[in-house]
């Protein structure tokens, strides 16, 4: 299994928008709503931002929102604000009945 | 609230066998969650390496299946990974994580640093 593809690097202003991608396979990201994003701040724990594509745990702003077309997931936060930047993972079910787990490779947001 | 915090040596010589333990707390490891492990070498990307249940059952990830070994222990609400003949690429940050919604990781320890000399 490959990591999922994400881009290694966006940025925005504060108040804009940012979209980051996810593609994996039609074995994967394209076949179950089994995709969650994770916030990483250096040297910290990555935290769960979006759960099943499109859910947000408690206490995650709504700001943070999911969607997945096809093969890929995307992860938009709105209303960027300083505290955003930071490394962001998207994960996928495996697939074909694995139980497995897989990783995209990161983005790097950066707040301008 | 949840909270896990691994332990273990912080240098394992290259060969040996690495060998963590992820304590919980404010939570029983025996209701309806799988627990998982993942890692992060420096500057790299998180990497799953498997989960396992309180009846101990297993889940792993194909490209470490061979040397890869989780159990749990109930009596001390703690689960456990062993990581055989390794060499400098497992040098990581080793996360252990509570398995929720389905496939995703909800609560995570604070990470720990295993190096592997080369």
């Known amino acids: 299994q490959s990591a999922l593809t994400q881009p290694r690097s966006v940025s925005g202003s504060p108040g804009q928008s940012v979209t980051i991608s996810c593609t994996g396979t039609s074995s994967d990201v394209g076949s179950y709503n089994y995709v969650s994003w994770y916030q990483e701040h250096p040297g910290k724990a990555p935290k769960l931002m979006i759960y099943?594509?499109?859910k947000r745990p408690s206490g995650v702003p709504a700001r943070f929102s999911g969607t997945k077309s096809g093969n890929t997931a995307s992860l938009t936060i709105s209303g960027l604000q300083a505290e955003d930047e930071a490394d962001y993972y998207c994960c996928s079910y495996g697939g074909s009945g694995s139980y497995s787990v897989i990783f995209g490779g990161g983005t790097k947001l950066t707040v301008l | 609230q949840v909270q896990l915090q691994e332990s273990g040596p912080g240098l394992v010589k290259p060969s040996d066998t690495l060998s963590l333990t992820c304590a919980v707390s404010g939570y029983s490891i025996s209701s309806n969650n799988w627990w998982g492990w993942i890692r992060q070498p420096p500057g790299k990307g998180l990497e799953w390496i498997g989960y396992i249940y309180h009846t101990g059952g297993t889940y792993y990830n194909p490209s470490l299946k061979s040397r890869v070994t989780m159990s749990v222990d109930t009596s001390k609400n703690q689960f456990s990974l062993k990581l055989s003949s390794v060499t400098a690429v497992d040098t990581a940050v080793y996360y252990c994580?509570?398995?929720?919604?389905?496939?995703?990781?909800?609560?995570w320890g604070q990470g720990t640093l295993v190096t592997v000399p080369s």
């Open positions: 994580a509570r398995k929720e919604f389905g496939y995703a990781f909800d609560f």
């Open positions: 099943d594509v499109t």
